[in-house]
Nanobody
Framework: QVQLVESGGGLVQNGGSLRLSCAAS????????MGWYRQAPGKQRALVAQ???????NYADSVKGRFTVSRDNTKKMLDLQMNSLKPEDTAVYYC?????????WGKGILVTVSP
């Protein structure tokens, strides 16, 4: 079983920065893809950014150039550096780990960007 715990959320002003972290524990399947998703009120959960075990990344168009995803496979950590935050980035952010036959989610953490 894998547990994912997010940290680093909170309230930030328009144009500010935050860094989210996801700590994974348990027996981690490999290879895998770890990623950040977000869900704003009234909207569906959507991919923000993800990175495979081998380092391949994928970003939502809305965050390209502002957000950077990184991971440390040894420490079982996934980070998301968010710069130039906008009010429309306000959402609950979830960490996800996917592997063949496995799909795990964290409980989510709130990020609020004030105008």
């Amino acid at each position: 079983q894998v547990q994912l715990v997010e940290s680093g959320g909170g309230l930030v002003q328009n144009g500010g920065s935050l860094r989210l972290s996801c700590a994974a524990s348990g027996t981690i399947p490999s290879p895998n893809i770890m990623g950040w998703y977000r869900q704003a009120p009234g909207k569906q959960r959507a991919l923000v950014a993800q990175m495979s075990t081998g380092g391949t990344t994928n970003y939502a168009d809305s965050v390209k150039g502002r957000f950077t995803v990184s991971r440390d496979n040894t420490k079982k950590m996934l980070d998301l550096q968010m710069n130039s935050l906008k009010p429309e980035d306000t959402a609950v952010y979830y960490c996800r780990l996917r592997a063949p036959g496995s799909d795990y989610w964290g409980k989510g953490i709130l990020v609020t960007v004030s105008p």
